[in-house]
């Protein structure tokens, strides 16, 4: 089982970019797929996920109307567009899935940095 996060790098301050997570080793429809990031000296935080089935997405107030989760299911990816970046937004980018909704992160990425000038 595999998640690779990547698409990260540097962004001006009302930049965007998309992260991409791709997922191998397990049926990819029968998981859930959240993003969390962690900012130097920080605890991870949760930014937002998407649901199984439903494709109904859930995120952080912190990014709320600024980022989007999408998934291709044929291509075993999720994405996190990521527009009106902030310095505030630069953090370890990781991804995490899991089969059930109230259960801990079955697996993780290693993260992606994305880091936004000011």
């Known amino acids: 089982v595999q998640l690779q996060a990547s698409g990260g790098g540097l962004v001006q301050a009302g930049g965007s970019t998309r992260l991409s997570c791709a997922a191998s080793g397990f049926n990819f429809d029968d998981y859930s797929i959240g993003w969390f990031r962690q900012a130097p000296g920080k605890e991870r935080e949760f930014v937002g996920r998407?649901?199984?089935?439903?494709?109904?997405?859930f995120y952080a107030d912190s990014v709320k109307g600024r980022f989007t989760i999408s998934r291709n299911i044929a291509a075993n990816t999720i994405y996190l567009q990521m527009h009106t970046l902030k310095p505030e937004d630069t953090a370890v980018y990781f991804c995490?899935?899991?089969?059930?909704?109230?259960?801990?992160?079955?697996?993780w990425g290693q993260g992606t940095q994305v880091t936004v000038s000011s």
């Open positions: 995490a899935a899991r089969s059930i909704m109230t259960a801990p992160w079955d697996y």
């Open positions: 998407i649901q199984k089935t439903s494709s109904t997405t």
